[in-house]
């Protein structure tokens, strides 16, 4: 039996989330530029999503640029600006064709016009599809979201919108950039790095983690594959004894 048809489709994680790292190693080890591998990784992008799709999993989030990452040379973030771009207007195909709905999380006004542009653009097209939610994480770091979070809901308190002892857990969750998407059920890091880096602190408060040493330019449908069976293997129990699941 493929690994594809033993994953338990009543099982699936409802939210994956993705850090895809290891493109720079990847372009390294083969003797070849950076973006040789940022190009790879672009290919996996596209494949990993359809993998997703076909396997109905209702919410993928792909870390794919940090609050962090505008610290690298400028060369290598024009490079992944352009990049991004250009699978925008390449995978828009894609997107119709799996009916998958672009979403982006992030301080998306940091980005270059163009590429904003082109974001707008896909996410419009995309709206009414309804099969799977694609989020990009994009400028997107989780402290500089928590800080964006409490400004606004101060600004509210101050404005007597709010008061402090209304504050949950649902009104920080409708003011995250997340605010539409569920919890994070299984967050994967490729690579072989074991840390967040910044992603999604609140959202993946208790999604059950996997890493792989695996570089993401090398990350294959069947990778995807054995990672959900491994979570599906897993007993979640939030805080409940085992017993009390039964
Ligand atoms: C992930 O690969 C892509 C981005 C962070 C944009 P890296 O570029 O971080 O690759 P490594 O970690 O240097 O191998
Ligand atoms: C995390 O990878 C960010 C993305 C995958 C977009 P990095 O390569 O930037 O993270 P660190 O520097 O190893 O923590
Ligand atoms: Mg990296």
Known sequence: MSLQDQIDKNKLPNHLAVIMDGNGRWAKQKGLFRNKGHEKGAKTV??????????????????????????????????LMRLL??????ELKTLQKNNIKLNVIGNID????????????????????????????????SREEIIKTIKEISLKVKNNLISPENIDESVINSHLYT?????????????????????????????????????WPDYTKDNLFEAILNYQNRERRFGKTSDQLK
């Open 46 to 79: 596209k494949a990993i999503v359809e993998a997703c799709a076909e396997i109905d999993i209702p919410f993928l989030t792909l870390y794919a640029f940090s609050t962090e990452n505008w610290n690298r040379p400028k060369l290598e973030i024009d490079l």
């Open 85 to 90: 771009v250009s699978s925008l207007k390449k």
């Open 110 to 141: 940091s980005l270059p016009k163009k590429t904003i542009k082109e974001l707008l653009d896909v996410i419009e097209k995309t709206k009414s599809n309804s099969r799977m939610t694609l989020t990009l994480a994009l400028s997107y770091g």
């Open 179 to 215: 605010q539409n998407l569920p919890d994070v059920d299984l967050l994967i890091r490729t690579s072989g790095e074991q840390r967040i880096s910044n992603f999604l602190l609140w959202q993946i408060a208790y999604a059950e983690l996997y890493f792989t040493d695996i570089l």
